[in-house]
């Protein structure tokens, strides 16, 4: 999975330049998979994390749906 991030050479591009790379590490969820991966898992841990995964999402669907808020 590769991040590039482009600079357009402005005033304090540095900055914003590591915000936008450390937004974009963030939304595609690559923080996440490193710590996950950061030990060993075992199959059956591992498919017992991604079913607690799934139903947590699901309630959270359904509470969304119950409020009736719109997932945009």
Same mark, same amino acid.
């Given at each position: 999975?590769?991040?590039?991030?482009?600079?357009?050479?402005g005033s304090h591009e540095g900055e914003r330049l590591l915000q936008?790379?450390?937004?974009?590490?963030l939304r595609?969820?690559?923080?996440? *998979?490193?710590k996950r991966r950061r030990f060993y898992e075992k199959p059956s841990q591992r498919r017992r994390r *991604?079913?607690? *995964?799934?139903?947590?999402?699901l309630k959270r669907a359904e509470?969304?749906?119950?409020?009736?808020?719109?997932?945009?």
């Amino acid at each position: 999975m590769a991040i590039r991030v482009t600079s357009n050479y402005g005033s304090h591009e540095g900055e914003r330049l590591l915000q936008r790379f450390k937004r974009l590490c963030l939304r595609s969820g690559l923080l996440k *998979e490193i710590k996950r991966r950061r030990f060993y898992e075992k199959p059956s841990q591992r498919r017992r994390r *991604e079913a607690n *995964e799934a139903m947590r999402a699901l309630k959270r669907a359904e509470r969304r749906k119950a409020r009736g808020v719109a997932r945009t």
